[in-house]
């Protein structure tokens, strides 16, 4: 990746805006420049959560080995229909990746490695529009009830100073501001779905109704670079800051379960913690 960046410079002074291969050449070097960018960051990020919370090695996972998460009150953090999305996504996911990888590499058969691709990005690509679908709807609908939108919808807080101010404080190592229902990393991964989704499913669904090659290759580059991209940020941040933090490893249970102990809860999103306790309450004495 770095030692191509000199060629592709050159490629592009010696071009012009009005060749495909320059743009190719430009969406290739962008792409690397942000890969680069990402990992780095996302990097910084990770050490900071396990340098803030290494006094606390095993602290949940101990929890839950001994029972005592199941006699506390518990806290519903995801619905049936969200865990179902999520394995359904992280299927999808894995097998588009594994597929595209080895044909890119030249591994398997010629067909079917193609075939399991394509079917596998149309089944995540239905349920991403049908969850983009339904929360849009979901939203409008709010707004012009003339609800708050950013309590209605946690995901929304991406979108607030506190989300920058506290990306800066856990890359230096300090502890963050508390967030609502959904921390720094938890924001920005819902978000990067979007994209995800949109910069490799536009250029697949084109090329595969066009060919790999069609605008010189332009949608070609721009699937495999945000492919690289995909899997570097899944691999560098959600499986090891999800899967292998210092308090949950080997694994956090939630995207499983559904629910999260109260006093999990309380330590790691305390104003959802104390909002959901409310709504509880308010539901057990109807």
């Not at 995901?155 to 230096?172: D, G, P, Q």
């Amino acid at each position: 990746m770095i030692e191509e960046a000199p060629l592709r410079l050159n490629m592009l002074r010696g071009l012009g805006p009005s060749s495909a291969l320059w743009w190719r050449q430009l969406i290739a070097l962008a792409f690397d420049v942000l890969i680069i960018v990402i990992a780095v960051a996302d990097t910084l990020y990770v050490l900071g959560n396990f340098y803030l919370e290494a006094p606390e090695a095993d602290k949940w996972c101990l929890y839950y080995k001994k029972s005592l998460a199941s006699s506390d009150k518990r806290l519903p953090r995801l619905t049936a229909w969200q865990r179902f999305q999520h394995i359904w996504v992280m299927m999808t996911f894995i097998k588009c990746a594994v597929t595209g990888f080895a044909a890119m590499a030249g591994y398997g058969v010629r067909v079917t490695l193609p075939t399991i691709h394509i079917y596998s990005r149309i089944a995540m690509g239905v349920v991403a529009l049908v969850h983009f679908g339904y929360y849009t709807t979901q939203l409008l609908m709010a707004k012009a009830r003339g609800e708050n939108l950013c309590e209605k919808f946690p995901m929304l807080e991406i979108y607030s100073k506190k989300f920058i101010k506290n990306v800066f404080r856990v890359t230096m190592c300090k502890e963050p501001e508390p967030m609502g229902k959904y921390n720094v990393e938890q924001l920005f991964e819902y978000w990067s779905v979007y994209w995800g989704v949109a910069v490799l499913g536009v250029p697949g669904v084109i090329m595969l109704l066009a060919g790999n090659q069609v605008l010189g290759g332009i949608f070609w580059t721009t699937h495999t670079k945000e492919a690289v991209l995909a899997v570097t940020f899944i691999l560098m941040v959600h499986l090891t800051y999800s899967r292998f933090r210092s308090k949950m490893f080997p694994m956090d249970q939630t995207f499983l379960t559904g629910w999260m102990p109260y006093r999990r809860a309380g330590e790691e999103h305390p104003l959802w913690a104390e909002k959901a306790a409310q709504e509880a309450e308010k539901e057990g004495q109807q």
